[in-house]
């Protein structure tokens, strides 16, 4: 049993709290990599990627192979079933925050968003030092370790706390900033009613991985995302890049993106 975000009960389809149990079990695992991991060095293989990186990948890639999705993960890129790409893909960030982990700050997560035919329906965020977990069905609601979540009361900017990526070039008028280095996470603490929005300060800074997962988590939730140049937020390109911004009603919304365009 879950609940909707006006409180209503609501029951989680059957493939939806199967698909649920495989990200929670991949979490689980990720977790456990994590707390026992001894080598943060770098991978090698590319720019700002660690060696534990590729192992929380191999946590997250394999078993969501096993269960016949698609699969596009930040380290590994896509991985398809067939010679097309399926109606279910998976998109993984098997450790967002990995230099915060690689520090032992608590602000890393594992984020995985089930898109089918092209439209986000479930989806998990975990911070593997807390053990906090944010899950959402589309249209059934979000929770945060499996109580309902609910953005917080609707402020302006001047009354906000923020999220950041980047280094913002001047002061937009906010109460507070914070740049806390995983979007997984900055963005989930606006679905359950911490930081008022979340702007991304830099130019197509994120891959689809970083913030997909908690978006269809924060408009379960009854907030609201764009990307900052009015493109899809839902891409399927290893590739792409988009400028995220969040808040947890429309006003703050259209006020975040006005100071970001001044």
């Excluded at 990200?23 to 707390?35: K, L, M, N, P, Y």
Aim: hydrophobic residues 45%; glycine residues 10%; proline residues 3%.
């Amino acid at each position: 049993m879950d609940t909707t975000n006006n409180g209503a009960a609501s029951v989680i389809p059957a493939a939806a709290q199967a698909t649920l149990d495989l990200f929670a079990s991949i979490c689980d695992r990720t977790a456990e990599v994590i707390g026992t991991n001894a080598n943060w060095g770098a991978s090698g293989l590319r720019e700002g990627q660690y060696a534990v990186d590729l192992d929380v990948d191999e946590v997250c890639v394999r078993p969501l192979l096993a269960a016949g999705f698609d699969v596009l993960s930040e380290e590994s890129g896509l991985q398809q079933q067939g010679a097309q790409l399926g109606a279910d893909v998976v998109v993984v960030d098997p450790l967002d925050g990995s230099t915060n982990a690689s520090l032992g700050l608590p602000w890393c997560a594992t984020a995985l968003c089930l898109v089918s035919d092209g439209v986000p329906t479930v989806a998990m965020v975990s911070n593997l030092a807390t053990g906090d977990r944010y899950t959402a069905v589309k249209s059934r609601g979000a929770n945060r370790n499996g109580r309902p979540i609910l953005v917080g009361p609707a402020s302006s900017l001047s009354g906000s706390i923020i999220a950041v990526n980047g280094l913002p070039s001047a002061h937009w008028g906010w109460q507070q900033f914070r740049a806390m280095g995983a979007a997984a996470l900055d963005i989930a603490a606006v679905a359950r009613g911490g930081f008022d929005g979340y702007v991304d300060t830099t130019t197509d800074s994120h891959g689809v991985w970083d913030y997909l997962a908690s978006v269809l988590i924060l408009e379960e939730a009854g907030g609201c995302a764009v990307d900052a140049l009015g493109r899809d937020l839902t891409v399927l390109d290893h590739e792409a890049r988009r400028t995220p911004v969040v808040a947890s009603n429309a006003a703050l919304l259209d006020e975040l993106i006005a100071a970001r365009d001044a």
